[in-house]
């Protein structure tokens, strides 16, 4: 079987995906912008062929394709880096190729086409309204009332979000969303903010699995302070987190996703109603397809694989563990000089960090709100989610790094 894998070495993670397809047995033909050189190991170890061809260039990428569909017949076109996405479904109506079409790709693409085919399916999503103008971000607030939430339709890691409480704070922030094309405009939904996670296969859920953010993802981008936390969840029967599963297994046929991998963010308000946040046709990222491994003891990489090349995994993924990330951003700017905290915790917490990834001293810092990942990460884990919860706190108020 010949996969193409779009993007195969970029961002880093889809290396181990790629891994993952060439160990459950499929002949994976790699398409991305990188130079061969640039690939990560794992993808060029597991790569068959490669073209490094322009991505955003849809028309050679498919004359590319069509070249070497002359030697070797392309039976499927996998994408999980969420810019190429239209481009995987548009191969796959190229070469009639079963998976998702450009149709059916758009409403994960598209936040406004997203929730109206969620609303169709009776899910309970923000009250919203899309708008392309200043005159048409006044209307949908009008509609939407305050608080609010602007956004962009096809946003990614909280960029050019605001919560907006009343007209005033609207002018405001109006400016500021000049480059953005359209937005939508949401009511603010008031809760805690979880993920919904699965990997499927034929329109059955093989996993699942939710994550805890702690705090919610605009504070976390908001504040520089902040050492942002998720915590993958190991009980998903609590009555607690009933709401958002109902939700996914309802969102995903409504959306008619069959196979892959999805991640979906939902809200808890404090009543309990859980409300629908997004959707994409992709894992999380970030590192929480690590988690989810350090969760089961299993490799997510190849059970996605095993579910996209033989539509079921070998073997059921347990979940044995709570695992939580707390990420650290330095104080100060320039160099990383000193860590401080780290090492009474590790030798308190013992078996239970799992990785510690902090940049080394003397590496410059990292840009805080262009990645999530920050200046490193401390994993954790733990049976019971408590400790997890305790160990994740201690780590975000107690390990500081600096930079000068
Ligand atoms: N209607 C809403 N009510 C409350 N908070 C919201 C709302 N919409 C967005 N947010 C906040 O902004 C964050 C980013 O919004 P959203 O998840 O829609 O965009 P994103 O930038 O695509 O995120 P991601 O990084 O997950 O791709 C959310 O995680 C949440 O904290
Ligand atoms: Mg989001």
Known sequence: MNIVMISPGYPVEMAYF???LAAVGATVIGVGDQPPSALPEPARNALAHYEQ????DEGAVLTVLHGLGQHASIDQVECLWEPYMILAARIRESFGLPGMTVEQTLPFRDKERMKQKIDTAGIRTPRHASATTVAAVWEAAEQVGYPLIVKPIAGAGSADTYRVDSTEELAEVLPMLRHVPEVSVEEFIDGEEFTYD??????SILFENIMWYRPRPLQMKSHEWISPVSIVLRDLSVPDLQGGRQMGGEVLPALGFRTGFTHMEWYRKADGDAVFGEIGARPPGARAVDLMNY??????FVAWAEAVAHGSLSHPLERKFNCGVVFKRARGVGRITHIEGLDKLLAEYGEHVVLVDLLPIGTPRRDWRATLISDGMIIVRHPELQPVIEMTERIASDVHMYAS
């Open 18 to 20: 790629t891994r993952g």
């Open 53 to 56: 061809v322009n991505l955003s």
């Open 198 to 203: 699965t990997v499927c296969a034929n329109g």
């Open 295 to 300: 969760a089961t003891d299993g490799d997510l």
